[in-house]
């Protein structure tokens, strides 16, 4: 798969474009370049500079308006900028347009989070996933990208009569996507092994956003070394430990995290990696809330939990992580604008709807705040499931119960 990851080890100058539109105000427009910006940061690309456009709706030949594309000629002529990354998905027929009066890379969101999974694949069932997924994407965009393919499989032969280069290259690339479901299938069935080798011990998995501190929190509820970083999509291949916590032990789950403007058909292949979120029995779903719009991505996470997973019944923990980063900003008392998110304080946050959930969580994985509690909220419904498999081994926990107090 060399020949499809688009990346380079070299850094790379890149500009953001963005468009406002009547479902996508200026804020959130803002909101996710930052997100791209990030993402672009992941690959190792530098952001240089942004741009956004007010539009109704995308320009169906080259996304933004001539007059924006001409400014952004301009700019990356002026300062030698090799790459354009855009917000949304682009057609074949956008890229090959901006391509051309641009003179050069144009990437959109979902290959650019391609690229970063291509690099952050680890183990044979990522890197099945992340090719599976690249070819996928690449099918609609055949006309652009694609030239002799039929060289992958001898050549000699493949082309029928009457058959364009495209039907040739479409057929490979089914061929190839049919052959990659297969190999998935058998990889479901080793980790389907795995799991009931596992026996019937209880399991807990993380879940959430991306970058909102699960390997982190994995790292300290297991006292392992969980690869973790401060980079989207640090964590792709799932990691499950065996934690003991007291007298009972379980297995505690790392999964891929979740985000905004994810393809259907990118989860899609990664839908064996949800298959530990499938089958744990309780969700510890971790949020950043020191990022300003943590309740969209809970939304983004039960959506996809919904959707995917089929997990909207299993029992859950909210764990609201990163309460160290946590700042807001108190308005001024003259001030009579109506208060934003960056005017409530965390004690404030507490008492809205986070204060009326049974079972939610204030944590810092990071400087180890409020971690006992957290541990006795998942021994609590550990135990329950356990008592509920091996109702026998009540009087164990009893016993144990007796010498703690003593």
């Known amino acids: 798969m060399k020949d499809l990851v688009i990346s380079k080890e070299t850094t790379e100058k890149a500009v953001l474009v963005g468009l406002i539109t009547p479902t996508q105000g200026e804020a959130k427009a803002n909101e996710y370049l930052d997100e791209l910006a990030f993402l672009a940061d992941t690959a190792g690309a530098v952001t240089v500079h942004r741009f956004l456009q007010r539009l109704d709706y995308p320009n169906p030949r080259t996304f933004v308006g001539t007059g924006k594309l001409e400014e952004i000629k301009l700019f990356v002529e002026e300062n030698e900028i090799g790459m354009v990354i855009f917000d949304d998905d682009l057609s074949t027929k956008q890229v090959s347009n901006i391509e051309r009066e641009l003179q050069v890379k144009i990437l959109d969101r979902t290959s650019?989070?391609?690229?970063?999974?291509?690099?952050?694949?680890?183990?044979?069932?990522?890197?099945?996933?992340?090719?599976?997924?690249?070819?996928?994407?690449?099918?609609?965009?055949?006309?652009?990208?694609?030239?002799?393919?039929?060289?992958?499989?001898?050549?000699?032969?493949?082309?029928?009569?009457?058959?364009?280069?495209?039907?040739?290259?479409?057929?490979?690339?089914?061929?190839?996507?049919?052959?990659?479901?297969?190999?998935l299938k058998n990889i479901d069935k080793q980790k389907s092994v795995q799991r009931k080798n596992r026996g019937k011990l209880t399991r807990v998995a993380l879940v959430g956003y991306t970058n909102v501190g699960k390997s982190t929190l994995m790292n300290l509820l297991s006292k392992s070394e969980v690869f973790a970083e401060n980079k989207l999509f640090a964590t792709l291949d799932t990691t499950v430990r065996k934690v003991i916590i007291e007298n009972l032990p379980f297995l505690l789950t790392d999964t891929v995290g979740f985000i905004r403007k994810l393809p259907t058909h990118l989860v899609d292949s990664f839908k064996s990696t949800l298959d530990e979120v499938r089958e744990a029995d309780v969700l510890l779903h971790v949020v950043d809330i020191s990022h300003p719009q943590f309740e969209e991505q809970i939304e983004v996470v039960n959506k996809t939990l919904q959707e995917v997973c089929e997990s909207k019944d299993k029992p859950m923990i909210m764990v609201f992580n990163k309460v160290d980063a946590f700042t807001y900003k108190p308005k001024d008392e003259d001030d009579l604008t109506p208060r934003t998110r960056e005017n409530i304080s965390l004690d404030e946050l507490k008492s809205t709807w986070m204060g009326k959930m049974k079972d939610c969580v204030f944590i810092s994985a990071k400087k180890q705040l409020n971690i006992e509690q957290l541990k006795e909220m998942v021994y609590a419904k550990a135990k329950e499931i356990h008592l509920s498999r091996f109702p026998y081994n009540d009087f164990l926990f009893q016993k144990y119960d007796d010498l703690q107090e003593e």
Do not use: N
């Not at 992340?130 to 099918?139: N, R």
């Not at 609609?140 to 032969?157: A, D, F, K, N, V």
């Not at 089914?174 to 479901?181: A, G, M, V």
């Open 112 to 183: 650019l989070i391609l690229d970063i999974f291509a690099k952050r694949a680890q183990t044979a069932s990522a890197k099945t996933q992340v090719e599976l997924a690249q070819y996928q994407y690449l099918l609609p965009r055949l006309t652009r990208m694609w030239t002799h393919l039929e060289r992958q499989r001898g050549g000699i032969g493949m082309r029928g009569p009457g058959e364009t280069q495209i039907e040739t290259d479409r057929r490979i690339i089914l061929d190839k996507i049919s052959r990659l479901k297969e190999e």
